[in-house]
């Protein structure tokens, strides 16, 4: 299945290029494959990088949803002051700032996905997996909050998580923002006064001198690897590690 998207892809540069410019053919597919398809680059080494057993990635669909145009994270920007409140958004949309490179690589290599409802709903489930991947996890809710930071193995692989807090309204299908940076007091630095905020890691997007380092319940990393994940196998060798721990 996978040569044949490949395939289709290359019909798809060469028609747009046409014969004249065949000769960057090669180029353009390989920089499309690279940010467009970054899992395609690991293909070989699937078995290699494949995903211990019992791990899972929380995909953060409330983040994914206080992004949103008119969402909560415009209230941080400024942009709007009645922005406390927002649909859910209903289907997975993996943008950047919810980690979407790391998101589509790690479920290509076979790690579990659940999402920041399925925790809130019933914090037990992450009873069932022996190590946690957080992406950009952001906004999360008390339950999701209480879950993830009781489970003794998790990677935190962006800065930044858990920093606001959130409510969920299932009849309303919204989520409302109750706490944050700067809010509902300026001075106010984390959503839930977590010893381990690491929010002011989240600009080191080169990830030049990347690291894991030790936290209670686990591991963090020191930088956004959004670009640097989709050239750098030793990072995902180091997520397979840290979870098989």
Known sequence: MICSI?????????LKTGSSDAINTTNDFEDYRI????ETRFFEKYEE????????????????????WGGIHDFYM?????????????????IFSVGAKSFRILEFLGYNVIDDIDI?????????????VLLHNQFTTENEFLAITSHPNVIYLYPGALNSKVKINYEENTIILERGPGFPDLDIIDGFDWEYN????TNNTTCEDWEFYQIKNG??????????IQNNENIIKKIKQLSEN
């Open 198 to 201: 690491n929010s002011d890691m």
């Open 78 to 94: 400024g942009r709007c002051e009645e922005c406390l409140e927002v649909k859910i958004e209903e289907y997975y949309d993996p």
């Open 219 to 228: 591991h963090m990393l020191n930088c956004t690897p959004e670009e640097i």
């Open 6 to 14: 490949l395939i289709m892809l290359s019909v798809i540069i060469i």
């Open 120 to 132: 809130d709903k019933n914090p037990g489930i992450l009873n069932n997996f022996n190590s946690v």
């Open 35 to 38: 940010t467009q398809m970054p």
């Open 49 to 68: 990088l494949s995903a211990p057993e019992k791990t899972a990635v929380v995909y953060p669909i409330l983040t994914q949803t206080a992004y949103s």
